[in-house]
Structures are given as structure tokens and as C-alpha cells.
């Protein structure tokens, strides 16, 4: 059966966020070209729910569908005046949110995360919001470690997103958790959209892009991604794009949001990623193609940035297995003696499974 997409709209939503699921789950298709999901909007006792612009909209179905999703979309709408002035939920909206199975992972887009909050789902949890309103939520929410720059934060169950574009990043990042890059890209095709935006890319470019385009950080970037499998450093990307390096830097964080190294190391992983999920290239033949240069370097930024192992990582999106050459997996199995546990241990584990080498 298609995983079930509940979305709840609740008046003041904003309609081209309500959109957003229908159109991004409902791109994902199987092999045999099936849907993978089913999308459904509910709104509070099935009324027509008041939008943000001068219309409202009809839906088929009332909060009681709630009860039946694998997923919930709490769709961007305007903060409701009681909820900004209390931090508390309308005794409606929090009884709609009770029926949510216990299963059921659930998602806010933009504002919504003001919900969430009220609701209790993000108490010690980190989650973002629309960066205008992220102070007005650490103030409700002191319990919540909001962070104002970033895509969305991914906390398993619950998951919160930006605004506006951001809630596409999101459900793009969902599909691509449940059947893996290729899916997802299919999805992002079929929108015509980018089909994979950091979750930790800045919310906004807080300087205006150059308007002298040779001045511009892009076509270092470019040439950056050309050479991932090479050393680089903030030296050679300041002379690549004739800058000093306090310069660039300031350029480069204007136009992208965030510093050169970290950019870097984040195109590195989104390759690597990649890499795992297309292909059957072994753990150190990947690090060497994304430019971590061992897999021991590889590991330490998979368990920092996503809190697994390239390996789990490999299972987890289903990418092909090899065949374990006989010669490999002999050498594979002496290189356990005397290695402790941690980073290490994942070493051994890796070559003797065949993924080292």
C-alpha cells in the first residue's frame, strides 16, 4: 500500500505551501511506474478553511483522517493571534493533534513549527522556522533550540522546515529517506525543481549577489566541484577567483550562506552520498572520489553530519551490494587484531564485509 500522506490545513494557510506535498509525494513513483504514496488534505470538522489571499478552499475530509497517516504535513499558515501572545494551542487544534497515531512521523512547513512547539513535540529538540520568526519562537518556546539558518532539521519522527521553498527541500528529503536519490531526483524532475538542497544550507543570502559577475564566488564553485577528489583549501579557491582570502570568504558567504570549507565539505558529502546509493564503489574508493581521502576521514564526517556510518548509510537506501572478492575478504580478516572499538572497529568491519580497499 502507498504510504499515506495526511495534510492538515487549518484557516489563514497559506495556499502555495498547502500545494507543496501533494505535488512533490505525488511525483514519486515506483519501477512499474505506481505511486508511492497517497496525499490527503483534512481541514477541522471538514469546513472550508480560510487561506491567506482573498479565497478559501473546500476539502473532502475532517481531522479524524488524521488517525489513519503514516505521515503528517501541518501545512504554513499565519500564526494565530492566541498562539503568539500564549504559546498556547486552541483547544481544537490540540485535539486534532492528539488523533496523530504515535507512529505517524510528523512535519511542520514554516510557521507551523509554532504548533509543534505548543504542542510539546520539539521540547529539547533543535527545529527551525520562517527566519523572520525565529525570535518570537525562542521566546515562546525557551525549551526549543531553534536554529534560524538552516533548510530544515530532521529529528526522526518530527521534522520542521523554513519557509516557503524550503518546505519542497523537505519533502524531497523524505522521499529520498524512503526509496533513495534516484526516486527523489525522478520526484524533483517531474516539479522542476533542484533535487537536493542541503538541509543545513542558509535560509537566505543575507548580502546581494554581485552584479560584476566576474566579481562573483560562482565560478570558483564550479571549478571547486570539477576537483572534489583533490586537496583544496580557502588559499586555492581565494587565487582561483583572483581574491584575497578575507575577501573571498566575505564574498562567498554573502552569496551562498555559509563559509567556503564548509560548502565544501558539504558538496563532498552530498557526492558521497550519492556515490553510495548508485553504485557498488568501495568505502575508501568513495572517499578518495569525494576528496576525504581515507575512509577513516569519510566515516568521522558521516557519523558528525548524518549519525551513521557510510555502511549503514549503504544499507539504508538499499544501494547494490558487491561480490566480496575471496582475496579481499582474506586480507580482511587479519586487520582486526588489536583494534579497538569506535571509528576504528568500523574499519575492520568494512574490510571484512569488502568495503574497504
Known amino acids: 500500500m502507498p504510504h499515506r500522506v495526511v495534510v492538515l490545513a487549518l484557516d489563514g494557510v497559506i495556499p502555495l505551501d498547502l500545494g507543496i506535498p501533494a505535488r512533490v509525494f505525488n511525483g514519486a513513483r ?91 513535540l520539539l521540547e529539547g529538540r533543535r527545529a527551525t522556522t520562517h527566519w523572520a520568526l525565529c525570535d518570537l519562537f525562542a521566546r515562546l518556546f525557551p525549551g526549543v533550540d531553534v536554529d534560524p539558518d538552516v533548510l530544515f532539521v530532521d529529528n526522526g519522527r518530527i521534522l520542521t522546515s523554513a519557509g516557503g521553498a524550503a518546505g519542497i527541500d523537505l519533502c524531497l528529503h523524505l522521499v529520498r529517506l524512503d526509496h533513495g536519490a534516484a526516486v527523489a531526483g525522478a520526484a524533483a524532475r517531474r516539479c522542476v525543481v533542484a533535487p537536493w538542497r542541503e538541509g543545513g544550507q542558509a535560509q537566505f543570502i543575507e548580502h546581494p549577489v554581485p552584479e560584476d559577475a566576474d566579481r562573483s564566488t560562482s565560478a570558483t564553485r564550479q571549478w571547486a566541484l570539477d576537483r572534489l577528489a583533490e586537496p583544496i583549501t580557502l588559499e586555492d579557491m581565494a587565487r582561483h577567483a583572483h581574491m584575497s ?104 568491519a568494512d574490510a571484512v564485509s569488502g568495503r574497504v580497499g
Open 30 to 120: 515506483g519501477p512499474d511506474g505506481a505511486p508511492l504514496y497517497s496525499v490527503s488534505t483534512c481541514s477541522l470538522g471538514g469546513r472550508p478553511v480560510r487561506t491567506s489571499e482573498d479565497f478559501r478552499i473546500v476539502v473532502d475530509h475532517d481531522e479524524s483522517l488524521l488517525e489513519t497517516a503514516d505521515t503528517v504535513v501541518i501545512a504554513t499558515q499565519e500564526p494565530e493571534e492566541r498562539l503568539v501572545a500564549t504559546g498556547r494551542l486552541p483547544e481544537d487544534v490540540a485535539a486534532a493533534l492528539d488523533r496523530i497515531p504515535p507512529r505517524a512521523r510528523v512535519v511542520s512547513l514554516c510557521t507551523s513549527a509554532f504548533l509543534l512547539a505548543a504542542a510539546g
Open 245 to 348: 582570502e578575507r575577501t573571498f570568504t566575505r564574498r562567498f558567504r554573502g552569496e551562498v550562506g555559509t563559509s567556503p570549507l564548509r560548502w565544501l565539505l558539504q558538496r563532498r558529502l552530498v557526492q558521497a552520498r550519492d556515490l553510495l546509493e548508485s553504485t557498488d564503489l568501495t568505502v575508501a574508493r568513495i572517499a578518495t572520489a569525494c576528496g576525504f581521502g581515507d575512509p577513516v576521514a569519510l566515516r568521522k564526517h558521516f557519523h558528525t553530519h548524518l549519525g551513521l556510518s557510510p555502511l549503514a548509510y549503504r544499507r539504508a537506501h538499499s544501494a547494490p551490494e558487491p561480490e566480496r572478492p575471496q582475496a579481499e575478504a582474506a586480507a580482511g580478516v587479519g586487520v582486526g587484531v588489536g583494534v579497538g572499538m569506535g571509528v576504528e572497529a568500523e574499519v575492520v
